[in-house]
């Protein structure tokens, strides 16, 4: 297959458009056929739900090439159970999973040339979403949805991929307690913005968020939940109601306890435990794992055991036991592995 002329290598985690998205609508109660569109852009009411009141959810998932050539995603299953949580929290209509599943394998298939090579440390990052498209302008939710799909082929997330990240616990709430912070809607992600932006301008990598009833307990950060290894290497990772379900983190637990005989535990996890570790990670889709070196609170410096060099020994390891399933190397559990036919 030919692939694009593109510094694989090279790429970083921004937007780079490719050939075809899908995009469905939602009318009078019922979701059409859908179909790709070459067309990147929307045209929409200056009304529309999203555009008045943040009435949007959306998924992140990847597409690899295999060590044997094939094209897979990871878990979509998952993706598609998550929106659909995503979406009734917001009142909106939800879009049936197989037809999610479909969506995605046809738009990484309609994008071949920009699925990263096997080995490039590149991959498609896929990015299904929803959003109210009809007027609103009391507070309601919409009539109207577009349902959509585009892929973006990406690097690292945090410049320097691998080599553990400098964080700083943040003086804002990402989520509130019975608020919305266990599903991925866009508003939370507008909520911290100004947190990042600030996070960078300090020189911070990324935020470590509390929880906002008591602020004393580890959350998660705004695009990764936490994962932490003891000093006798078990795996500790926070529980708690306002954290996004991350996939990569459930997987990362079932890697731990099954395929390297980690004890795994699940539970609220204290700031002031934090320098108690050993190696600290943040997982997600487009995180994968990357690792953490220090927590900054309020100038008080936490370090972690495993150093600013590289990745702890246990992360390590989770790092190529997950990246081995994903591409091939490594058997997957049934059902984690979704085959695109190209
Ligand atoms: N937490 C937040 C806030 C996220 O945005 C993400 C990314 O999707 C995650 C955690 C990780 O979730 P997943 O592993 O499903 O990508
Ligand atoms: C993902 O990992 O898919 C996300 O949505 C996180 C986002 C910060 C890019």
């Known amino acids: 297959m030919e692939h694009k002329d593109i510094d694989w290598s090279n790429l970083d985690f921004s937007y780079r458009k490719t050939n075809k998205r899908y995009v469905a609508n939602y009318k009078n109660g019922a979701w059409d056929e859908g179909a790709l569109v070459e067309d990147d852009t929307i045209t929409m009411s200056e009304c529309a739900g ?11 998932l990847k597409a690899y090439t295999t060590e044997d050539g094939r094209i897979v995603t990871f878990r979509p299953d998952l993706n598609a159970e998550r ?33 990263p090579p096997y080995g490039s440390g590149a991959t498609l990052y896929i990015r299904p979403y929803m959003f109210g498209i009809s007027p609103v ?6 009539e109207d949805y577009q349902f959509r799909v585009f892929s973006t082929p990406v690097g690292p997330y945090f410049k320097g991929g691998a080599k553990p990240i400098t964080i700083k616990v943040s003086d804002f709430d990402r989520a509130a307690p019975c608020g919305t912070g266990n599903i991925k809607a866009g508003l939370n992600y507008a909520m911290s913005l100004h947190a990042i932006v600030t996070a960078h301008n300090e020189g911070y990598d990324e935020n470590m968020y509390l929880d906002p009833g008591t602020r004393t307990k580890v959350e998660e950060t705004g695009g990764a939940n936490f994962l932490f290894v003891t000093k006798d290497n078990k795996i500790v990772t926070p529980k708690s109601d306002s954290i996004l379900p991350s996939i990569t983190r459930r997987s990362l637990v079932y890697v731990a306890k099954e395929y390297l005989g980690l004890e795994v535990t699940e539970r609220p996890v204290y700031l002031s435990e934090v320098g108690d570790f050993a190696e600290c990670g943040l997982c997600g889709t487009a995180a994968v794992i990357s690792p ?6 309020h100038g008080k410096e936490i370090c972690m055991a495993s150093g600013m060099e590289a990745m702890g020994p246990v992360t390590k390891k989770l790092y190529d036991t997950l990246t081995g399933i994903q591409m091939g190397r490594i058997d997957a559990p049934e059902g984690w592995i979704h085959e695109i036919e190209c």
Request: aromatic letters at 8%; hydrophobic letters at 50%.
């Open 50 to 60: 999203v555009l008045q009141y943040a009435q949007t959810v959306f998924e992140g």
């Open 83 to 115: 929106l659909e949580a995503s979406a009734k929290r917001l009142e909106m209509p939800v879009f049936p999973k197989d037809r999610f599943i479909e969506a995605v394998s046809e738009v990484v298939s309609a994008n071949k040339e920009f699925v």
């Open 137 to 142: 302008i009391g507070v309601s939710p919409a």
């Open 292 to 297: 953490v070196g220090k927590i900054v609170d």
